[in-house]
Nanobody, 119 residues
Framework: QVRLVESGGGSVQPGGSLRLSCAASGSIFSVYSMAWYRQAPGKQRELVATVTSGGTTNYANSMKGRSTISRDNSKDTVYLQMISLKPEDTAIYYC?????????????WGQGTQVTVSS
């Protein structure tokens, strides 16, 4: 069984930084795109950033210039480095991966990690 495990969330003051990690584990043949989403209280889940297997990245306007998504294909891991955090960045951050496992294409989500930006 393939799963995604996130880490790195926490509480930080406005202007601070955090680095999130998400590792895929299990019987993995290939990992295609990976991404980070977030969901603030009372709001819909929204895209933060994506990265393809080749390293092409895309960012939501809300985090453009303040976040960097990257991946280590040898570890099936995706990272999200966030800087200059604002209170409105407070949300649960979810990792997503498009994975081929045992001949089956799967779209997986992590369990979520809380990011709180507050003074």
């Amino acid at each position: 069984q393939v799963r995604l495990v996130e880490s790195g969330g926490g509480s930080v003051q406005p202007g601070g930084s955090l680095r999130l990690s998400c590792a895929a584990s299990g019987s993995i043949f290939s990992v295609y795109s990976m991404a980070w989403y977030r969901q603030a209280p009372g709001k819909q889940r929204e895209l933060v950033a994506t990265v393809t297997s080749g390293g092409t990245t895309n960012y939501a306007n809300s985090m453009k210039g303040r976040s960097t998504i990257s991946r280590d294909n040898s570890k099936d891991t995706v990272y999200l480095q966030m800087i200059s955090l604002k209170p409105e960045d407070t949300a649960i951050y979810y990792c997503y991966a498009d994975i081929l496992s045992n001949g089956i294409r799967q779209h997986l989500w992590g369990q979520g990690t809380q990011v709180t930006v507050s003074s």
